[in-house]
């Protein structure tokens, strides 16, 4: 049921997540402000960076997977995003007829 | 299944070791499945509205990459840092646990500090709440991450105390794990800041 860490003595899963979470950052900021690609190709690759990211938090860093609970946790969260995702594009998508 | 979710199991890191924990950590879970609604209506709000800037600032003219990468450092490592103290408390370490803590809580002050100090640096600017529908709706979003951060920061010295007084028990362990995940979540939300609000008002 993998909630067992007590045999790990280095936080691998951790530094890993870490340093993947930096090389996104600086990925994003990169292509923001130096790629020199069009406005939708950039928040496009920046939008798809920012969601691996945030997968990164929620898999190595919180464990969403683990304990009994864990398939009900992460059918939640996505849910959960589901949700955020037809909020914001559909509110934007519905005012751009209007602004 | 059913039946071993109710014993006490002795395999499990300390949070986990009682069906009132489990359900605890759940529950938490749900709890922020409903914040990321939240913050979904304040997205919403923000990007609807950014382009409105009035006669007042555009978010072009006001972001700077340095300060926003300052948070972004403080907040990411203070993540990471919380995610230390985590593994600590599961190798029953009491001081790794409470270093990191430490560390954690000073780099969530620092990331307040910044985030405080980019904001009264705006509203010097002459961009405050009430220059344009872009700044309402800018300081409400990032204002409430700010204000979660605070409170994660108030929650987590509470933690601390408790531990100091009770030491590690299937209970204590319970409330830094729950902890944890509120300050992971508050990283989760920062990096869709850092992403649709900071840069993308930086490129468009």
Known sequence: MGANHHHETFPWKHIVGFIFSLLLTFAALWVALSSGLSTGAIIGIIV??????????????MHMTESDS????????AYSFFIAVVVVVGSIWTMSFVL | M??????????????????????????????????????????ATY????????????????????????????????????????????????????????????LGAGFITFEIREFIHYVHEGATMQTSAFLSSFFVLVGTHGAHVSLGIGWMILIIIQILQRGLTPRTARKVFIVSLYWHFLDVVWIFIFTLVYLTGMVI
Not at chain 2, 2 to 7: D, I, L
Not at chain 2, 17 to 36: D, H, K, M, P, Y
Not at chain 2, 71 to 86: D, I, M, N, P, Q
């Open chain 1, 48 to 61: 798809i960076l920012a969601v691996i990211q945030a997968s990164l938090q929620l898999f190595m860093f």
């Open chain 1, 70 to 77: 864990g398939k009900i946790q992460t059918i939640n969260m």
């Open chain 2, 2 to 43: 059913a039946e071993a979710a109710h014993r006490y199991d002795e395999t499990m890191p300390l949070e986990y070791r009682t069906q009132e924990s489990r359900l605890n950590i759940l529950g938490f879970w749900i709890f922020l499945g409903a914040e990321v609604a939240l913050f979904a209506t304040l997205f």
């Open chain 2, 47 to 106: 990007l609807v509205l950014f382009q409105r800037t009035g006669s007042g600032p555009t978010a072009k003219e006001l972001f700077e990459v340095k300060d926003v990468l300052i948070e972004t450092l403080l907040l990411l490592t203070s993540s990471f840092t919380c995610g230390l103290a985590v593994f600590e408390m599961r190798r029953n370490r009491l001081s790794g646990l409470l270093t990191w803590l430490l560390v954690t809580l000073l």
